[in-house]
């Protein structure tokens, strides 16, 4: 089976953060089972140096738990640095994942979890390249590796291109690579001009918001994500159109920042890189 996770062509860290994704019926966790850590696993493998399709393939059912266990745990602490980073009003998208030193240990263990090491590739005729080389366990590797792959984001100025998606209903990151770029996908786009039209014209008719404009939104100051199912064949939440109206998109709403969470803000250059370890003073 396919993931059912969105794969937006983000660097690795961010495609992890995004195995929690959203549509107009509520918020789903692309690895809530073995089934489902195996399709992403899958589908990330060819963009890693340390598992092939054919590794992920071949692990038993009691691996893929550990490691989808592995997996989630990361994403969480990751999506919590990216809430940190990009300061996410989305409290549809914001986890519970604890406070921010807790997020930056479980990203540190990870990282240090299975052992990887670069090596040179380099051959007559061709331009030398970087590859990366694990013992252990291929897939375990792996998400060590993305781990790795995340403290360099959150650790160099590439944290500040990070966004959080304010599309309609929409909980993922990506990061802004180009400056005119706003949203996730294109289909968040079209979704924030349908919900900007709409408010436009139901302020100018007065008329009241549709029934389900706040069916799968969470309320005020909840922080936590409660997936609903895998959302195995659902599309990806880009395809999609007409959702109902984000809360950003509502002038009566005003998003506030979760403060149930008490995180302490991050200074900008704050954090650093130390021997593959970040540092938050
Ligand atoms: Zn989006």
Redesign the pocket.
């Known amino acids: 089976m396919d993931t059912s996770a969105p794969l937006l062509g983000e660097p690795l860290p961010v495609e992890l953060m995004n195995t929690v994704w959203a549509d107009r019926d509520g918020v789903y966790d692309a690895l809530i089972d073995a089934a489902g850590t195996r399709a992403w696993l899958q589908a990330v493998a060819p963009r890693t140096d340390l598992m092939t399709p054919d590794d992920v393939a071949a692990l038993p059912s009691s691996a893929l738990e550990q490691l989808g266990g592995r997996l989630t745990d990361l994403r969480d602490a990751l999506r919590r640095l990216a809430a940190e980073a990009t300061e996410d009003t989305r409290t549809a998208a914001t986890t519970g994942a604890g406070d921010l030193q807790g997020a930056v240990a479980q990203l540190n263990r990870t990282a240090g979890d299975t052992p990887h090491w670069s090596a040179l590739s380099w051959t007559s005729g061709r331009q030398p390249s970087r590859h990366l080389r694990a013992e252990g366990e291929a897939a375990a590797a792996a998400i060590s590796a993305i781990a790795d792959e995340a403290i360099t984001l959150f650790s160099q100025d590439t944290r500040h291109q990070l966004r959080a998606?304010l599309?309609p209903g929409?909980v993922?990151y990506f990061l802004k690579n180009h400056p005119r770029r706003e949203?996730?996908?294109a289909g968040?786009g079209n979704r924030a001009r349908s919900a900007r039209h709409y408010q436009r014209h139901r302020r100018a008719t007065a008329e009241p918001p549709p029934d389900e404009y706040t069916a799968h939104h969470q309320p005020p100051g909840q922080t936590s994500i409660t997936p609903t199912t895998q959302g195995t064949g659902r599309p990806h939440?880009?395809s999609e159109h007409g959702r109902p109206p984000h809360p950003a998109d509502d002038p009566r709403s005003t998003p506030s920042r979760p403060t149930a969470l008490g995180w302490a803000p991050l200074p900008p250059g704050a954090a650093r890189r130390e021997r593959s370890v970040l540092v938050v003073p």
């Open positions: 998606c599309g929409c993922l949203w996730c996908s968040c939440p880009a």
